[in-house]
């Protein structure tokens, strides 16, 4: 027998709702927000059913806490006497499945959770039925473009192209099998970001299709692109180290259905050409087509000559202070540099800092380092202890003054941290 929890902070409501659904199914109530996160814990039921106005923490919050705890999309619906649409939206962009007002009927009650509960088995039967990319469990190519085309005919959202960036450099670098571990992960962070009803797809190496139901709005897709960034390499860094270098993120590409169609073919061009986007302008992000802009093929267009290789190049969204970067990318410019010395007789500088303190002190010594500097320096972070620079057209004589200038900078910010930090310099040879 399926579990439902519900939620309501009104007696009343609460003990005739439970009245209707214990005919049917096994309940679980909550009074608060509170007591609802305790006993989803213990309980784990198949569904929650919550009011949406509650005190401390409402619907919308309890749901964020839930699905925070659990690492999934759990299946909600929401109860309200509200008539705004406006929260409806809020809700269905929150992950909600269904939406019902208050007063409801008892029949009409049960057939709306019945019907949830007979898409979620749907969905988990299809998942299983169908067969799926062995590694990570999600939908292969051949699944996924069959139910996807199947959604794109019957149903409005949205169609995601993801590529996990900088993929290659895990195998690289950490070999196979932590790049498996990675790939594993990341198409965790993907259905975590999805509601259940959701398809999560692998097209093959580092590249995954998601659709969307029920999505016409860009901000909800700014806001799964950031949680798929920042969780992408906050678990990177747990499997490989805090000192983890390689750039991992998401490029997502987008196309709104029906907006832009219904047919699975030319939508996955078009977000596709979405995605190259978001890669010539710097990847980690995402990007939508439009057709009556017609971007993608400006771009490629433009790209043909030495204008559109610029755009490319560039660097977006330039920081004051030194230009930070990775430890591979410092080692080219290094060695850039090195040619740079033995070529035209040029001195150009080191600047070693080590931090003999805890990550607090140390993330915050490297942005007084980085703002410090000026723009034509580069620094990189080394492990958890040190920062190295290059100084670019700097005298000898004026590196002590440069230190000096990080260091009162560093005191003035932080004038309780006691961090022991000492500073060496050399030329690059």
């Not at 196309?255 to 990847?283: C, I, M, R, T």
């Not at 040190?386 to 000898?396: G, H, M, R, T, V």
Request: proline share 2%.
């Amino acid at each position: 027998m399926k579990k439902i929890m519900i939620v309501d902070d009104e007696e009343i409501s609460l003990m005739m709702t439970t009245h209707i659904l214990s005919s049917v199914y096994m309940t679980v109530c909550a009074s608060s927000g509170e007591e609802a996160i305790k006993l989803y814990e213990i309980e784990k039921p198949d569904l929650v059913l919550s009011d949406l106005r509650m005190p401390n923490i409402d619907g919308y919050m309890l749901q964020t806490e839930l699905q925070k705890k659990a690492g999934e999309q759990i299946p909600f619906i929401f109860m309200t006497a509200d008539k705004d649409e406006e929260n409806e939206s809020k809700g269905f962009e929150n992950g909600a499945m269904d939406f019902i007002r208050k007063p409801f009927r008892a029949d009409v009650l049960l057939r709306r959770v019945a019907k949830i509960l007979d898409t979620i088995d749907t969905i988990k039967g299809l998942t299983i039925a169908a067969e799926t990319d062995p590694m990570t469990g999600c939908l292969n190519k051949s699944s996924s473009q069959k139910e996807i085309s199947r959604l794109c005919q019957q149903s409005q959202g949205v169609l995601m192209i993801v590529d996990l960036d900088s993929f290659k450099l895990v195998n690289d670098i950490y070999g196979h099998g932590m790049g498996d571990s990675i790939l594993i992960k990341f198409a965790e962070i993907l259905r975590s970001a999805v509601r259940a009803n959701d398809i999560v797809g692998r097209m093959g190496g580092d590249e995954f299709i998601l659709y969307c139901q029920n999505i016409d709005d860009e901000k909800v897709l700014e806001t799964k692109s950031r949680f798929i960034n920042e969780h992408i390499v906050a678990a990177a860094k747990e499997l490989m180290g805090q000192d983890m270098e390689i750039p991992l993120g998401a490029s997502i590409g987008c196309v709104f259905v029906p907006e832009e169609g219904s047919d699975y073919k030319e939508l996955h061009h078009k977000a596709d050409q979405a995605l190259y986007q978001v890669k010539k302008n710097g990847k980690h992000g995402y990007a939508v087509f439009k057709s009556e802009k017609n971007q993608a093929h400006k771009g490629h267009e433009k790209d043909n000559g030495i204008s559109g290789i610029v755009e490319i190049l560039n660097e977006r969204n330039k920081n004051p202070g030194a230009f930070v970067l990775s430890s591979e990318q410092f080692k080219t410019m290094y060695q850039f540099m090195s040619r740079m010395v033995e070529n035209y007789n040029q001195k150009i500088w080191l600047l070693l800092f080590t931090v003999d303190g805890g990550e607090e002190s140390f993330k915050n010594f490297g942005k007084t380092i980085q703002s410090s500097l000026r723009k034509s320096d580069v620094l990189t972070q080394r492990g958890k202890k040190q920062f190295l620079i290059i100084l670019q057209n700097a005298q000898e004589h004026n590196i002590p003054q440069i230190i000096e200038r990080v260091m009162k900078k560093w005191s003035a910010e932080y004038p309780e941290d006691a961090t022991a930090i000492s500073s060496e310099y050399d030329t690059i040879k």
